[in-house]
T-cell receptor
Framework: QKEVEQNSGPLSVPEGAIASLNCTYSDRGSQSFFWYRQYSGKSPELIMSIYSNGDKEDGRFTAQLNKASQYVSLLIRDSQPSDSATYLCAVTRSGGSYIPTFGRGTSLIVHP | GAVVSQHPSWVICKSGTSVKIECRSL??????MFWYRQFPKQSLMLMAT?????????EQGVEKDKFLINHASLTLSTLTVTSAHPEDSSFYICSARGSSGDFYNEQFFGPGTRLTVL
């Protein structure tokens, strides 16, 4: 069974710090990796997608992928209170027939 | 990112009635759409995968006769909750996966529909 594991948290960081969110997955055939942000009572919002080993940066967000270790992470620099949300990791094989597997999410709290 | 709309955003209905929820990809084509349900403070639960022009694939434990899914075009999927009961009250969220272009393979969520069955 394909699994995606995330620490449920909450992860608490002070405003301005770097928040580091981690995700491991079990399916070695995974090729596509996504990070979503979900505010309480709202639907998930896609933040980043990453397909190759290494780092991918977008503004304050950096996704890191290590396929050999089956590990993907999301770094949030200069964390703001508005970043407080649940962050979901999703993993899938590429192709129309594959269903993404979501982790249960990590709750992030950024305190002033 | 791409936009997925969902209608209605909230609905209250009486027990025994049916409710239809629409999910549209507004600026991209989606061969595949997904329907999720989420209870308060719980994780997303995939209900079914909907492919344009074919029957939906339901996850184990999801009653296909109760949750009717139709994916009539590359931009529209509907979920009908038939004979709704209070235990069906939940947050229903659709998502659409881009089938080509800039949004290929990326999955975007609609804003969700909050269903309350009295």
């Amino acid at each position: 069974q394909k699994e995606v594991e995330q620490n449920s948290g909450p992860l608490s960081v002070p405003e301005g710090a770097i928040a580091s969110l981690n995700c491991t997955y079990s399916d070695r055939g995974s090729q596509s990796f996504f990070w979503y942000r979900q505010y309480s009572g709202k639907s998930p919002e896609l933040i980043m997608s990453i397909y190759s080993n290494g780092d991918k940066e977008d503004g304050r967000f950096t996704a890191q992928l290590n396929k050999a270790s089956q590990y993907v992470s999301l770094l949030i620099r200069d964390s703001q209170p508005s970043d407080s949300a649940t962050y979901l990791c999703a993993v899938t094989r590429s192709g129309g027939s594959y269903i993404p597997t979501f982790g249960r999410g990590t709750s992030l709290i950024v305190h002033p | 990112g791409a936009v997925v709309s969902q209608h209605p955003s909230w609905v209250i209905c009486k027990s025994g009635t049916s409710v239809k929820i629409e999910c549209r990809s507004l600026d991209f084509q989606a061969t595949t759409m997904f329907w999720y349900r989420q209870f308060p403070k719980q994780s997303l639960m995939l209900m079914a995968t909907s492919n344009e022009g074919s029957k939906a694939t339901y996850e184990q434990g999801v009653e296909k006769d109760k949750f009717l899914i139709n994916h009539a075009s590359l931009t529209l999927s509907t979920l009908t909750v038939t004979s709704a009961h209070p235990e069906d009250s939940s947050f229903y969220i659709c998502s659409a996966r881009g089938s080509s272009g800039d949004f290929y393979n990326e999955q975007f969520f609609g804003p969700g529909t909050r269903l309350t069955v009295l």
